[in-house]
């Protein structure tokens, strides 16, 4: 079974900053990865996904998120962190059969703050 | 419009009485799944659905099940509910096949259990 790995629990910016949230998975095969946003009080919304190709994919909000086989890792990246971005993020992995996507398991999350 | 319903939004209760969460889809989806969210414990999945008819228990299904008689129906049952199992709740649904895989998320059910 595959399973999802987001190894910061918490994370602090200042405004305008980077930003790189880590993700890893595990699984036999090239999964279908994905990431997803938090708001507070509010439910989760797809910023990116990832199935074949290009493995550098951008998503919505001036995200992206590149995808290493060898590390089995699917970071997300944002050049320049806004205030508004301060949320609890999660990475996703599904099972790739064949090119049908099967179930999907999300990391436990990282909530992101930002610094004025 | 688009959209996944889960009911209540709000439900306070006591241990052993039971209860029903509602999940409802008006996209077509094949795919359906309830998670329950915790502090520090992120999303995990309770049971899910493939299509009618087919389901299969998540990380975490002790305590709870689910029933898949229409496409677009998938209600989550919790038959004598414990003070553990109070948190928020999320339904959300999927198309199934290839290459598609976002998710669309109901807004939550938050249930405490006295």
């Known amino acids: 079974a595959q399973s999802v790995t987001q190894p910061d629990i918490h994370i602090t910016v200042s405004e305008g900053a980077s930003l790189e949230l880590r993700c890893n998975y595990s699984?036999?095969?090239?999964?279908?990865l994905f990431w997803y946003v938090q708001s507070p009080g509010q439910g989760l919304q797809l910023l990116l996904k990832?199935?074949?190709?290009?493995?550098l994919v951008q998503g919505i909000k001036g995200f992206e998120a590149e995808f290493k086989r060898s590390q089995s890792s699917f970071n997300l990246r944002k050049p320049s962190v806004h205030w508004s971005d301060a949320a609890e993020y999660f990475c996703?992995?599904?099972?790739?059969?064949?090119?049908?996507?099967?179930?999907?398991?999300f990391g436990k999350g990282t909530k992101l703050s930002v610094k004025p | 419009e688009a959209q996944v319903t889960q009911n209540p939004r709000y439900l306070i209760t006591v241990t052993g009485k039971k209860l029903t969460v509602t999940c409802s889809q008006n996209?077509?989806?094949?795919?359906m799944s309830w998670y329950r969210q915790d502090p520090g414990l992120g999303l995990r999945q309770i049971y899910y659905?493939?299509?009618?008819?087919?389901?299969d228990k998540g990380d975490v299904p002790e305590g709870y099940k689910v029933s898949r008689k229409e496409k677009r129906n998938f209600p989550l049952i919790l038959e004598s509910p414990s003070p553990n199992q109070t948190s928020l709740y999320f339904c959300?649904?999927?198309?199934?096949?290839?290459?598609?895989?976002?998710?669309?998320f109901g807004e939550g059910s938050r249930l405490t259990v006295l």
């Open positions: 996703a992995v599904a099972e790739n059969y064949g090119g049908s996507q099967g179930n999907l398991i």
């Open positions: 699984y036999g095969a090239t999964p279908y």
């Open positions: 990832y199935f074949s190709g290009d493995t």
């Open positions: 996209m077509n989806h094949e795919y």
């Open positions: 659905s493939m299509n009618v008819e087919v389901t």
């Open positions: 959300a649904s999927a198309l199934a096949g290839k290459n598609t895989g976002e998710l669309f």
